[in-house]
């Protein structure tokens, strides 16, 4: 089955009661068994919940994976991953990464003596570096956040598999319609659902892809002992949502591509990050395993200063000044004062994160709108 049918199909059938062809909401927390242990496979739903079989079903299809298992959050996904993990473990990560994230190994998970590394993985020699025979886990998120570099999948799964651990790729940023790590080799492909999948800016939920059986059971396992599940609506929701990923994100593409190309044109823009362009550093990478570049981009304004920068992004009118990202209403932030602001400020340039740069998740809406929009709120 194809990409743009198995949104629709893949792991959704119609109810066996009543033929409903949309999957029920089972708001239910619990299941009648005849005699005990005696049941249809459902006991609890903290355990399984048939609208979330059904989603997890689907989004193992759209990543090519065999095992799917969804959480509350993109946070609760994470946080069964590194429950995989036990004391004295390490872990290299991204150092471009979701602050969520970075919060979640450094304040969790590191007093539990969990050993974490953050480095620059469009380098590879800066991953091989912290390589020692106690790394489980190589963690990495591309395109990276909000500078939109791109790492390549392929070759983390071979160090990942030279020193026998696990590669975990956030996929959030690209979705399955631009980007299936599992067939570049990737062990676990987490999502936070919230963004591009559900796509419609009303769930927060998580995901988590993955073919091993035995990884399967122990996440499963983990996420039954901690809990971090989702509702069925929430899952009806998601559903529904990803029955348009493909025309969304074809839109998303097409006008980010729009968007990237005027704002390079623009007079009062220094820089436009976006894999796109065939000067972008990673493109080559971005073109063998994405397949298209999408509508998340960042850009700086001549001069670099903040107070620009604000008024731009307070300026525009349909470009929403919002955290978030991947929903069908366009959304723009300000890294430095916003998801970036407790980075200090000369490490926030060591990176390359100016002062003056904006981030953008186009939106779905008419692309000529969203350029006037820009266009008068740069000024
Ligand atoms: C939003 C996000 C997360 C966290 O997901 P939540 O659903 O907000 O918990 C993780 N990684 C990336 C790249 C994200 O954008």
Redesign the pocket.
């Known amino acids: 089955m194809k990409f743009n049918t198995k949104t629709i199909h893949a792991g959704v059938h119609a109810d066996p009661l009543t033929g409903a062809v949309m999957t029920p909401i089972y708001q239910t927390s619990t299941y009648k068994q005849v005699a005990p242990g005696n049941h249809q496979g459902y006991e609890y739903s903290r355990t399984h919940n048939p609208t979330r079989t059904q989603l997890q079903d689907n989004l193992a299809a759209l990543e090519n994976a065999k095992h799917g298992l969804v959480f509350g959050?993109?946070?609760?996904a994470?946080d069964a991953v590194v429950k995989l993990l036990k004391p004295g473990d390490e872990v290299i990560a991204t150092n471009d990464l979701?602050g969520?994230?970075y919060r979640i190994f450094t304040k969790i998970f590191q007093p539990f003596g969990i050993q974490f590394h953050f480095v620059d993985m469009s380098d590879m020699s800066q991953i091989k570096a912290r390589i020692n025979d106690k790394t489980r886990m190589i963690w990495v998120?591309t395109p990276t956040?909000p500078l939109l570099k791109i790492i390549d999948i392929k070759a983390c799964a071979a160090l990942a598999k030279q020193c026998d651990a696990l590669l975990c790729v956030?996929n959030?940023?690209a979705s399955p319609y631009l980007q299936n790590p599992m067939d570049l080799g990737a062990d676990i492909v987490?999502h936070?659902?919230?963004?591009y999948l559900n796509g419609h800016s009303d769930v927060?939920?998580?995901a988590l892809v993955l073919n091993d059986d035995q990884l399967q059971e122990r996440l499963a396992f983990i996420q039954n002992s901690c809990g971090g599940v989702p509702g069925p609506q929430d899952c009806f929701l998601v559903l529904r949502g990803i029955k348009t990923l493909h025309l969304r994100m074809a839109r998303h593409c097409e006008n980010g591509r729009a968007i990237a190309e005027f704002l390079r044109a623009h007079k009062k823009v220094a820089r436009v990050f976006w894999p796109g362009f065939t000067d972008h550093p990673n493109h080559e990478i971005a073109k063998s395993q994405m397949r298209d570049f999408g509508g998340m981009m960042s850009f700086t304004l001549k001069g670099d200063h903040i107070g620009d920068a604000l008024r731009t992004i307070s300026n525009t009118k349909l470009f929403t000044l919002a955290e978030?990202?991947g929903g069908v209403e366009s959304l723009c932030g300000h890294p430095a004062s916003m998801t970036h602001a407790s980075i200090p400020r000369e490490e926030r340039e060591k990176a390359g994160l100016k002062d003056s740069l904006i981030r953008l998740s186009v939106g779905i809406e008419d692309v000529d709108d969203l350029i006037v929009d820009l266009d008068q709120a740069i000024g």
Do not use: C, W
């Not at 959050?73 to 609760?76: D, K, L, P, T, V």
């Not at 936070?192 to 963004?195: G, Y």
């Open positions: 959050s993109g946070m609760a994470i979701y969520g994230s998120e956040n956030d959030t940023f987490m936070s659902v919230t963004k927060v939920m998580g978030s990202l």
